[in-house]
């Protein structure tokens, strides 16, 4: 079926809405799936430090703002080596992972809870996939590098990043990233974290910076020709919608500044 098309024979429709880049917003997120059959979470659920409110997030919480402005200032220069050097000096003496584990665990279990049921779920490059299980209910079906039917639509989910020197917790080899991708095949619809390797949909307005982008999913898209590849990651997209073939390329948006979810529906 084409998009706004009907299921022939219930002639119901099936809509679904998409999300990715929660960071935090969990009062959004607990509205994302209404007047939808089903919510699809392309992760980086975690906030560990919001760019535009430098007081939200598990390292201000931690070492205070005034050190989030000065985390901030350096990694927008992409002064990535001092910037590690600062976070070493302000973590000396603490235990790191307990603290940030920590966090990490009362945010999931806040985002997890507001999920509505039938949520599919897929990592994102800042997330923590350990932890998952211990918080996504029987309504949420994790999914990475594997395949799931919707409304009579095949949906594939590959999650994480690829490796940045920001050094997010998920970030993967180029290699793992391009089997997962390999092992969900031909889909409808294909949902993954971070963009495909094109310019227009890698770069960042806002940050004047490009993220990674995966060459795997770039040649996925062309090969397969799924009708729809559905990702996040870019918050300030220079091209948020474009065709690549067959294939329509659709950055869902920014829900932890939007709190709005895209929606699809056929």
């Known amino acids: 079926m084409r998009t706004g098309e009907a299921d022939s024979a219930t002639g119901r429709r099936t809509r679904v809405h998409v999300v990715s880049d929660v960071h935090g917003n969990t009062e959004a997120l607990a509205r994302a799936g209404d007047g939808a059959d089903a919510l699809i ?16 997030g598990i390292f201000p919480d931690l070492f205070g703002v005034e050190a989030a402005d000065r985390l901030v200032e350096l990694r927008t220069a992409r002064r990535f080596d001092e910037a590690r050097a600062y976070g070493r000096e302000l973590w000396a003496g603490l235990d790191r992972n307990a603290a940030i584990l920590g966090a990490v665990r009362t945010q999931y279990a806040a985002m997890f809870a507001a999920m509505p049921t039938p949520t599919y779920a897929t990592y994102g490059n800042v997330d923590v996939p350990a932890l998952w299980p211990e918080y996504a209910g029987p309504g949420t079906t994790v999914l990475d590098g594997e395949r799931a039917e ?4 095949v949906f594939g989910f590959v999650g994480g990043g690829l490796r940045t020197p920001m050094n997010t917790p998920f970030e993967i080899s180029d290699e793992e990233y391009a089997a997962k991708i390999e092992a969900v095949g ?63 390329c659709v950055n869902v948006g920014h829900f932890a500044s939007t709190g709005r979810p895209w929606a699809l529906q056929w």
């Open 150 to 153: 919707i409304g009579g639509r």
């Open 41 to 56: 979470c392309l992760g980086d659920l975690v906030l560990f430090l919001d760019y535009a409110d430098h007081a939200r």
């Open 186 to 248: 031909e889909v409808d619809v294909l949902c993954t974290h971070i963009p495909p390797d094109v310019p227009e949909l890698t770069y960042d307005t806002v940050a004047r910076r490009f993220e990674r982008g995966s060459g795997a999913l770039l040649d996925a898209i062309r090969r397969t020709r799924p009708r729809y590849a559905l990702f996040g990651h870019v918050h300030q997209p220079l091209t948020r919608r474009m065709r690549i073939g067959a294939t329509e």
